[in-house]
């Protein structure tokens, strides 16, 4: 009797032993299959982390110098507002590049100059052959085309009224954020998160960029004011 109650109880326990091997077995695999693919939300929670860290500033700040110094911001060739622009292009593009284009909206900023070439192309070849056809057909037919122009405006402008204020606020943040502006909204909030934590991160980046700049030209004028006097 006292022989078979033992072995009962060796039975249980090896069973048990068994069953807390192979839950540690699916622990441990469960485990490393979340290492090698994160969740969604891990994902991004950490591409909007990774924009806070010193290194990735360090990384944007070498990249847009490199992009500034091939710009010319020379006040006798070119004027402020066109300076300013192109500080603002390059600095947008060196922020795309930093985030390796691994978002909508850096892709959609690192696409932008060649689909603006492009446009301004076509639109050169659309007022080339606008102003042969005015030429040949008078100035009657470009008046109703311009007014029919107007109209199809006035028309979107209306449309864009009519919608829910929720849906309209969508639309604005969409606009806002480069390459969101037809997405759904899990798609505009999640771009939009990333991208405004990547602008915090520029604007970090260019203020000690500029404050370097202006303490080193204190600096010269500092020891070259003693030489001229």
Known sequence: MEQSSSSAVAAVISTNANINTDRARRRKKK??????????????SQSHAKWKTEAQQQIYSSKLIQALSQVNLNPSTSSAPRQGRAV?????????????GKTRWSRAILTSRIKLKFRKQQHKRRRLASSSSFSSS??????????????KVSVLGLKGKGLPAVQRKVSVLGRLVPGCRKQPLPVILEEATDYIAALEM????????AELLSRSTSEASSSSSPMTS
């Open 88 to 100: 603002r292009e390059v600095a947008d593009r060196a922020l795309a590049f930093a985030a390796k």
């Open 31 to 44: 485990k490393s299959v979340l290492q090698k693919h994160p969740s969604k939300e891990n994902r991004n």
């Open 138 to 151: 008078g100035s009657t037919t470009g008046s109703g085309s311009r007014s029919s122009r107007k109209h």
């Open 202 to 209: 520029q604007v970090k980046a260019m203020s000690a960029i």
